[in-house]
T-cell receptor, first 109, second 113 residues
Framework: AQRVTQPEKLLSVFKGAPVELKCNYS??????LFWYVQYSRQRLQLLLR??SRESIKGFTADLNKGETSFHLKKPFAQEEDSAMYYC???????????FGQGTELSVKP | EPEVTQTPSHQVTQMGQEVILRCVPI?????FYWYRQILGQKVEFLVS????????KSEIFDDQFSVERPDGSNFTLKIRSTKLEDSAMYFC???????????FGPGTRLTVT
């Protein structure tokens, strides 16, 4: 079965603290993994995809095939990082995205 | 920067009525998608569309749903006879190619009463 699990509905941290948003997946094959972000009253937008291996807005995510995880990390959270974060998977046929439940990140001053 | 647009932003309809949700994908994109998100739940794939036909659909996308690209710019989702459980946020997305980034619209909130 194809599934993405984000175990935390809400993650609350103070500004400057490290952040890790967890994502685990289930897929029989080699999926492509993504993190999408939705800021308040804005549309879903791509934050990271695992194949590009880049850091966006200080966030990084490493695909761990052994643990089937794609956790999102940032060493020092900023207030403007407060948003909903969705982990998503795409199969090796391309096309549809399978999303996790989302984690709301709240960064307090 | 070009964006996917969706209209209306909010639609209220009575159970049993037909609704059409409209999307204008980014102009050079060839792949189009509809997703929905019931309040408090995950974003779920409904259907993908390429070359004027459905390329994949989920179990949710039953005979009550249809999609169309009527005029080369709009991409519509029709629900023939709405049910209370169709109340959700509906997102349209488009991409240049099947493995490219999907760009999402702002969504249409559908409320069925």
């Amino acid at each position: 079965a194809q599934r993405v699990t984000q175990p935390e509905k809400l993650l609350s941290v103070f500004k400057g603290a490290p952040v890790e948003l967890k994502c685990n997946y289930s897929y029989s094959g080699s999926p492509e993994l993504f993190w999408y972000v939705q800021y308040s009253r804005q549309r879903l937008q791509l934050l990271l995809r695992h194949i590009s291996r880049e850091s966006i807005k200080g966030f990084t995510a490493d695909l761990n095939k052994g643990e089937t995880s794609f956790h999102l990390k940032k060493p020092f959270a900023q207030e403007e990082d407060s948003a909903m974060y969705y982990c998503a998977l795409r199969g090796n046929q391309g096309g549809k995205l399978i999303f996790g439940q989302g984690t709301e990140l709240s960064v307090k001053p | 920067e070009p964006e996917v647009t969706q209209t209306p932003s909010h639609q209220v309809t009575q159970m049993g009525q037909e609704v059409i949700l409209r999307c204008v994908p980014i102009s050079n994109h060839l792949y189009f998608y509809w997703y929905r998100q019931i309040l408090g739940q995950k974003v779920e794939f409904l259907v993908s569309f390429y070359n004027n036909e459905i390329s994949e659909k989920s179990e949710i996308f039953d005979d009550q749903f249809s999609v169309e690209r009527p005029d080369g710019s709009n991409f519509t989702l029709k629900i023939r006879s709405t049910k209370l459980e169709d109340s959700a946020m509906y997102f349209c997305a488009s991409s240049e190619a099947v493995f490219n980034e999907q760009y999402f619209g702002p969504g249409t909130r559908l409320t069925v009463t």
